[in-house]
């Protein structure tokens, strides 16, 4: 495996999340539990999680941590603590219903933060509450403040794909990785002092297949394939359409994750329970999460989408409708 701290990759593997089509499951998080993060020392690690917004988000408040560049230059931002991820515990069903005892869950007392602790809670007020599902994962950037930050040239860009991976032999748990981030995705092992991330599901990804969050997604919400495949749908919406965009640009990292805006809610009600024609959801919050170009990606799908429904065709539809999961999966490879 050929890899390079510094050197450009020759391809760039990218991910597209539809936000029009994530239901919150949680598949993605499951899926990507299981396969990489049960070992000593992982267990408040969700390298992939799905969470409300707006919303305080995982590890809580992520979004103020800082990190990432500003006018060029790497920030040292904050290390959550382990409050902020949320202390594992489970809930004691025994005891509770057979037992009775008032205690609900192990270890006491009652938690006060976990992953989702904010599900589905939102913002605004009844009847024109709102809120949209948002699932995250390290974005494997082109200018990862990651891996600038290691001192000890743990971090690297894999040239066959762009995959940001952690070097575990060089690893001298400075957890620089974890405060440079402004994602909140790298983490620090207590078990073994080694910095931990998302791999991007390599071993998948040489094969052929896709990474398991996304060969997992029951909605058919997310694609992976190469920026450079034109006939990708990962190109053909970051590219063509330009209706999936990077969160949070403005901190210099150059996110390889890219989300398509929810542009489909509800309509906001007046005093009579009437629509007012305006969606729930504020314009202005995407534009604060996915930058300018919101404005004219919503635009876009809205009008698209106008096209399909009166019976035009719309390649753009077609592509975020995903007619075949083998056609939002990476094509090909080699």
């Not at 791999?199 to 398991?212: D, L, N, Q």
């Not at 990962?234 to 999936?244: G, Y």
Request: proline letters at 7%; glycine letters at 10%; hydrophobic letters at 35%.
């Amino acid at each position: 495996m050929t890899t390079s701290k510094m050197a450009v990759p020759s391809r760039q593997i990218a991910f597209v999340v539809d936000l029009n089509k994530c239901i919150g499951c949680q598949t993605c998080t499951v899926a990507c539990k299981r396969l990489w993060t049960g070992h000593p020392g992982q267990a408040f690690m969700y390298w992939r999680n799905v969470e409300t917004a707006p919303g305080q988000g995982y590890p809580r408040n992520w979004t103020a941590k800082g990190g990432g560049y500003k006018n060029g230059d790497l920030q040292k931002g904050k290390r959550p603590t382990e409050a902020d991820y949320g202390i594992p515990f489970e809930f004691d069903y025994e005891g509770r219903l057979f037992e009775g005892k008032a205690g609900r869950v192990r270890p006491s007392p009652s938690p006060r933060n976990a992953p989702n602790w904010d599900e589905e809670q939102g913002a605004g007020a009844y009847p024109n509450n709102h809120f949209f599902f948002m699932p995250r994962m390290c974005n494997h950037c082109s200018n990862p403040a990651c891996l600038e930050a290691c001192p000890n040239d743990a971090i690297y860009r894999r040239l066959q794909d762009g995959i940001n991976v952690i070097n575990l032999d060089k690893c001298k748990g400075t957890a620089a990785c974890v405060e440079a981030c402004p994602y909140g995705k790298a983490f620090f092992n207590a078990n073994d002092l080694k910095g931990n991330k998302c791999i991007g599901c390599y071993p998948r990804i040489e094969k052929g297949v896709a990474s398991a969050c996304v060969a997992q997604c029951v909605g058919r919400a997310m694609h992976v394939g190469f920026l450079d495949d034109k006939a990708s749908s990962v190109f053909k919406l970051v590219n063509v359409f330009k209706v999936a965009l990077p969160l949070y640009p403005e901190l210099g990292t150059k996110p390889n994750v890219f989300y398509v805006p929810p542009a489909f809610g509800p309509m906001e009600e007046d005093a009579q329970g009437l629509s007012t024609g305006k969606p729930k959801l504020p314009q202005a919050l995407l534009e604060k999460m996915f930058g300018s170009e919101v404005g004219a990606a919503l635009a876009l799908l809205r009008a698209e989408r106008g096209r399909r429904m009166a019976g035009s065709a719309s390649e753009l539809m077609d592509t975020l409708i995903g007619h075949r999961s083998a056609d939002m999966m990476i094509s090909p490879l080699t």
